[in-house]
Nanobody, 119 residues
Framework: QVQLVESGGGLVQPGGSLRLACVASGTIFSIFDMAWYRQGPGKQRELVAVSTGRGGTNYADSVRGRFTISRDKTRTKVYLQMNNLKPEDTAVYYC?????????????WGEGTQVTVSS
């Protein structure tokens, strides 16, 4: 099993920055992709950014150029640097990890951290 714990959320003014962190613990062997999702008020959960097991990154169009996902050398810690935040970025941000064992993918989720962008 994998446990994910997010941190770094909070209240920030439009144009400000926040850095989210997610730490994986437990059975961390064979974790491939790690990602950030978010769910805003009255909205569906959406993918924000992905750090692939091979070092690549992908971003939602809405955050590309403003957010940066990164991963440490252990591949079990993932960060999301969020710059030029907008009110529409307000959401609960969730860390996700994909673990592959014996050809089977399993998803793990953190409890989420609140990001509020408001004047």
């Amino acid at each position: 099993q994998v446990q994910l714990v997010e941190s770094g959320g909070g209240l920030v003014q439009p144009g400000g920055s926040l850095r989210l962190a997610c730490v994986a613990s437990g059975t961390i062997f064979s974790i491939f992709d790690m990602a950030w999702y978010r769910q805003g008020p009255g909205k569906q959960r959406e993918l924000v950014a992905v750090s692939t097991g091979r070092g690549g990154t992908n971003y939602a169009d809405s955050v590309r150029g403003r957010f940066t996902i990164s991963r440490d050398k252990t591949r079990t810690k993932v960060y999301l640097q969020m710059n030029n935040l907008k009110p529409e970025d307000t959401a609960v941000y969730y860390c996700n990890a994909v673990r592959v064992l014996d050809g089977t993918k399993r998803d793990y989720w953190g409890e989420g951290t609140q990001v509020t962008v408001s004047s």
